[in-house]
């Protein structure tokens, strides 16, 4: 059975959820599930935009079959090559033998070495490039790094539906919803969003900002991301969550703190600075066990609060390794422009404190508290003018 829905005029929805799978890229859990979105213009000439995971191959097939009847499909517009969305190539050139396939060059390269069908009447567009095809006209915006360097948007400029690749998507299944407005996105889609842009798409930043702008030039009526519901309604919402988490800035001012103990000794030091600084009127606080919590709900909220606090027990000479995990992956995503304190715990060579500032310090505009400090197995009394200025440093730099 079909499950299609327009969008607009000759637009319709063809993607699915996918409630199977347990964790995207194999990493990242998602309880929620995820959709794949994909999206099929009818004019005199049919096109495709982008396909599907291969997980959900079969609805996907009978949605193109419902939409098309009897029709051929002319072209397929891949805006992004990765699996989740590129998985189904192959059956759209069985199913469509003739269908001409239009990328920018990188698109090509990939298709090739993902061993799709490449063929003569590949079309190859550059930045700004327009192709009609009857009623519609399809402006191609490169877009490279959002999230993979083939990567670009569509733009249709008859009628302002922006095809934005996986930029403004989401984890979460949309359960029969499309639109932004059938679905409560604050409270059921803005934390499952921060985890998918931090996760996967927060490294470019400056690539998702540059899109940004040239978005910003067009008369953008729908954003129709790979992810997620399609925005046609409070486009401003989500445009500002984006500009913040792609520059790095802190959506609130607040406290992550991210511990990792063995025994429970650094983890009390944790809970001690969190009722310190609880007590000093700063309430918004959030505190994970880097051992129990995925690492990308951990990442989630290093984009989304102004200050983090990592303490960690010294394991082998090194950081405790889920911590250490998880500094390291907001390094490689590039998540700058925090202030950041430290606990550090050993019994006899402490190491963890300062190979967490080694770390910090090859990060771009990370503010580590000078009142950062180690104990010895316990929190002891001596400690506790120790944390009391490193909280007291935390308040008055928080804004
Ligand atoms: C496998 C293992 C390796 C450790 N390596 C070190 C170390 O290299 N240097 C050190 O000072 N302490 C080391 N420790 C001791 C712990 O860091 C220390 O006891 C700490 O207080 C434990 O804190 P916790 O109660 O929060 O787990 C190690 C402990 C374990 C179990
Ligand atoms: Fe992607
Ligand atoms: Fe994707």
Redesign the pocket.
Known sequence: MHNVREITKDLYSIGGDDRKLSRFENIHPIPEGISYNSYLLVDEKTVLLDTVDLSISDNFIENVQEVLGERPLDYLVIN?M?P?HAGSIGFIQEYYPDVKVIGTKKTFDLLDQFNFKTSEDNIVVKDGDTMSFGEHELMFISAPMV??PETMATFDTSNGVLFTA?AFGTFKSLDGKLFNDEVDFESDFLVPARRYYSN?VGKYGPQVQSLMKKASKLDVKYIAPLHGPVWRTDLEYILDKYDKWSKYEAEEQGVLIVYGSMYGNTEKAAEDLAKRLIQKGMTNIKMYDASKTHVSYLVSDAFKYSHIVLASATYNLNIYTPVQNFLLDIKSLNLRNRTVGIVGNGSWAPTAEKLMKEILGKMKDMDVLEESFTITSTMKEEDVPKMEALADSIIETLE
Do not use: K, P, V
């Open positions: 992004h990765e989740d999230h993979w996986d996967i």
